[in-house]
C-alpha cells in the first residue's frame, strides 16, 4: 500500500496567518494516464470530509482561493493564505492513483 | 444537487454483519462511482471499497473476505455489507463519490 505520510501533524495558528502542510508518497503518484491524482480534503469539527483540492493543485467548487496546492511526483504542499477561523479543522492528503487508496494521517489546525 | 445520505444499525454485535445503505440524490449511478471510507473515533480515514458505475467493484484488500458491496440503480442505493464484525471495525462509515461528494457519515459501534 502507498504510505501517505504528513507534516507536521498539528499547527497553532493566528488568524490572518499563512501556513503550509507537507504530504509525502512512498510511491509516485503519476497514473498511466499522466495524471497526478493527489487530493486535499478538510475535516471540520464533527463534520464529513471536504474535498479542497483534486490533482495537485485544482481548486475544488467554492473552495477560496487562499488554497493552494503544489508538488509532483512523490512530494507535495497545501498552502494557506490568510487563515480564517472556519479553515480549522484536520487536513488530509488523499491518493486515488493505485488500489488501495489511502490517506494522511491528517494535520490538526487550531487557533493560537 | 449531489447529496448521499448512509443509513444503518447504530449498534452491532460482535461476530455479526453489518449492512448499511447509501442513498443518493442528484446523480445515477449508472454514471458515478460510489466508495466507502471509514473513520474509527479520534482517527484517520480507511478507504473500504468502490463499486463502479458499470457494476464491479474493488476491495481493500485487508477487509476483501469480510466485505461487500453492491446497489440497486433503480432505487438510487449502495450496500454495504461486512461480516465477522470485531471491536475494531467500530467507526464513522461514509459513502462518498470518491473524494468530491461525501454522505454525512452513520457511526457504527460493535459492542455486545
Known amino acids: 500500500d502507498v504510505v501517505m505520510t504528513q507534516t507536521p501533524p498539528s499547527l497553532s495558528v493566528a488568524i490572518g496567518q499563512s501556513v503550509s502542510i507537507s504530504c509525502k508518497s512512498s510511491q509516485s503518484l503519476v497514473y498511466s494516464d499522466g495524471k497526478t491524482y493527489l487530493h486535499w480534503l478538510l475535516q471540520s469539527p464533527g463534520r464529513s470530509p471536504k474535498r479542497l483540492i483534486y490533482?495537485?493543485?485544482n481548486l475544488g467548487s467554492g473552495v477560496p482561493d487562499r488554497f493552494s496546492g503544489t508538488g509532483s511526483q512523490k512530494d507535495f504542499t497545501l498552502k494557506i493564505s490568510r487563515v480564517e477561523a472556519e479553515d480549522l479543522g484536520v487536513y488530509y492528503c488523499?491518493?486515488?492513483?493505485?488500489?488501495?487508496?489511502?490517506f494522511g494521517a491528517g494535520t490538526k489546525l487550531e487557533l493560537k | 444537487q449531489v447529496q448521499l445520505k448512509e443509513s444503518g444499525p447504530g449498534l452491532v454485535q460482535p461476530s455479526q454483519t453489518l449492512s448499511l445503505t447509501c442513498t443518493v440524490a442528484?446523480?445515477?449511478?449508472?454514471?458515478?462511482?460510489v466508495h466507502w471510507v471509514r473513520q474509527p473515533p479520534g482517527k484517520g480515514l480507511e478507504w473500504m471499497g468502490v463499486i463502479w458505475n458499470t457494476g464491479g467493484t474493488r476491495y481493500n484488500s485487508a477487509l476483501k473476505s469480510r466485505l461487500s458491496i453492491s446497489k440497486d440503480t433503480s432505487k438510487s442505493q449502495v450496500f454495504l455489507k461486512m461480516n465477522s464484525l470485531q471491536t475494531e471495525d467500530t467507526a464513522t462509515y461514509y459513502c462518498?463519490?470518491?473524494?468530491?461528494?461525501w454522505g454525512q457519515g452513520v457511526m457504527v459501534t460493535v459492542s455486545s
Open positions: 488523499a491518493q486515488t492513483t493505485h488500489f488501495p487508496y489511502t
Open positions: 442528484g446523480f445515477s449511478l449508472t454514471s458515478y462511482n
Open positions: 490533482q495537485v493543485s
Open positions: 462518498t463519490t470518491g473524494i468530491g461528494y
